[in-house]
């Protein structure tokens, strides 16, 4: 069963600091691209940042030059370094994984997931 479990959430005030952890376990025998997302209330989900299997990065326009994102395939994790934080910025942030999935590459699939997601709230 595979899994994405996000972690390193919490309250910070503005102009702090975060960096969000998640670790994929499970069957995985590739990960293609991996990314945050980010839901506040009342508001859709939105794209925070992703990065592909290589080094190719994509932000959301509110969070570039605040915000990166890395991945450590050994350690089949991935980051969201946040500085500068805003109170726009408090919402549940999720853990996204495009993975191929399965105990041998012939008899793999495709497919996405989602962590449970982590909580920040920026507040003074």
């Known amino acids: 069963q595979v899994q994405l479990v996000e972690s390193g959430g919490g309250v910070v005030q503005p102009g702090g600091s975060l960096r969000l952890s998640c670790v994929a376990s499970?069957?995985?025998?590739?990960?293609?691209?991996m990314g945050w997302y980010r839901q506040a209330p009342g508001k859709e989900r939105e794209l925070v940042a992703s990065?592909?299997?290589?080094?190719?990065?994509n932000y959301g326009d509110s969070v570039k030059e605040r915000f990166s994102v890395s991945r450590d395939n050994n350690k089949r994790t991935l980051y969201l370094q946040m500085n500068s934080l805003e109170t726009e910025d408090t919402a549940v942030y999720y853990c996204?994984?495009?993975?191929?999935?399965?105990?041998?590459?012939?008899?793999?699939?495709?497919?996405?997931?989602w962590g449970q997601g982590t909580q920040v709230t920026i507040s003074s």
């Open positions: 996204n994984a495009d993975l191929r999935v399965g105990v041998t590459w012939s008899q793999s699939r495709r497919a996405d997931y």
């Open positions: 499970g069957s995985i025998l590739f990960a293609y691209s």
């Open positions: 990065i592909t299997d290589g080094i190719g990065t």
